[in-house]
Structure formats: C-alpha cells, structure tokens
C-alpha cells in the first residue's frame, strides 16, 4: 500500500497570509502512462463531504479559486493558499489515485490566528 | 447536478449487519467506477470498496474484507455496500463517490453507529 503523510496536522495562519500544506507519498504516484501524477486535494469543512480542490497535482477544479496552487512530483507534493481567508478553514487532505487501495494523508487542520 | 444520496445508515448491534445504498442522478452512472469511503468520528478519511461500471473489478480495504460486500445495479443507478459482523470501530460516517481517477463526486454520507 502506498502511504500517504501530511505535514503539519494541523496550521494556524491569519488572515491574508499564506498556508502550505505538504504531502509524501511513499513511492510515486506518477503514471508513466500519461505523465501525470495521480495525486488529488480536497478540502473537508465540517459536517460536509470533501470537497474536490485539485487534480493530478495541479490542476485547479473549477471553480476553485487561483489562491489554491498545487505543486510537486513523485513523491512529494504540496498545497499553498495564498491570501488566507475565513471560509478557508477546514481539514485538507491529499490522497493518492495511483493504485488500490487509495490510500488519503490523515489530514491538515487549517485555522486562523 | 450530480447527485449522490447515501440511505441505510442507522443504529445496529456489534456483530449485525445493515446495508448502506446510494442513488446517484445527473451523470452516466455505469460509465463510472464507484466507492465508498468512511469517516469515524472526529478521525480522518478511510477508502474501503470500489467497483468499476461493470462490475467486473470489484476491491476491498483490508479492514472490511470478508466482511463487507459492495454491489451495484446500473439499470437502478445505485451501489449498495452491504456489511456483516460489525464492530464498533466500524462506526462511521459512509460516503459513495464517484471515481474517474480521482473521487470526484461524493455524497453528504449515512452515519452508522455499532454499539450495543
């Protein structure tokens, strides 16, 4: 199975600033087949379900605004919002889609301070 | 819209068994791989089942297998996940969502409490 590890578990950053949020997968999710690296980000606010933010490393959803940015490769990966915002608080998640099973970080808490 | 309703969810018994069902609406159901995935409270997210659009590649997590069935019936639009000899730790929140690659389309989930 392929682990995925997060870090921080959890990030506070105030308003306007920057958050960055790493992910490690423990061997890569890049598909030779296509070149791409099969690894997503979701946001999960609570009582809701996740919340698709980007695809194959780096492909903004859409809808999504621009302050969400995805980079990386192989084996590690980030997510950083720029401008922090309110509704930006949540628990964000990366998960691999390389193989099964498809294996989720155990999560980053973003707060505000 | 797409649309995924989880139902089935509810109190049962250690060593009971329930059957989660989800009906989706507003895309070509059979054309998309299905899972589910679970939530315990306050915890993080846990993959446990996916099945392709026909059927024929069905997975498990290891700490549901030989417990937990998934199903679906494409002329219905729905997958089901049924689940036997339940434990406590199988306490959870449970979403269906949708795969083309990636989960991209969930349910709001079924809260499933194992308790006696």
């Known amino acids: 199975d392929i682990v995925m590890t997060q870090s921080p578990d959890s990030l506070a950053v105030s308003l306007g600033e920057r958050a960055t949020i790493n992910c490690k997968s423990s061997q890569s999710v890049l598909s030779s087949s296509n070149n791409k690296n099969n690894l997503v980000w979701y946001q999960q606010k609570p009582g809701q379900p996740p919340k698709v933010l980007i695809q194959w490393a780096s492909t903004r959803e859409s809808g999504v605004p621009d302050r969400f940015t995805g980079r990386g490769s192989g084996t590690d990966f980030s997510l950083t919002i720029n401008n922090l915002q309110a509704e930006d608080v949540a628990v964000y998640y990366c998960q691999q889609y390389y193989n099964i099973p498809r294996t989720f970080g155990q999560g980053t808490k973003l707060e505000i301070k | ?116």
């Open chain 2, 1 to 116: 819209e797409v649309q995924l309703v989880e139902s089935g969810g509810g109190l049962v018994q250690p060593g009971g068994s329930l059957r989660l069902s989800c009906a989706a609406s507003g895309l070509s159901f059979s054309g998309y791989s299905m899972n589910w995935v679970r939530q315990a409270p306050g915890k993080g997210l846990e993959w446990i089942s996916y099945i392709t659009g026909s059927s024929s590649v069905i997975h498990y997590a290891d700490s549901v297998k030989g417990r937990f069935t998934v199903s679906r019936d494409n002329a219905k639009n729905s997958v089901y996940l049924q689940m036997n000899s339940l434990r406590a730790e199988d306490t959870a929140v449970y979403y269906c969502a949708s795969s083309y690659g990636h989960l991209n389309y969930w349910g709001q989930g079924t809260l499933v409490t194992v308790s006696s």
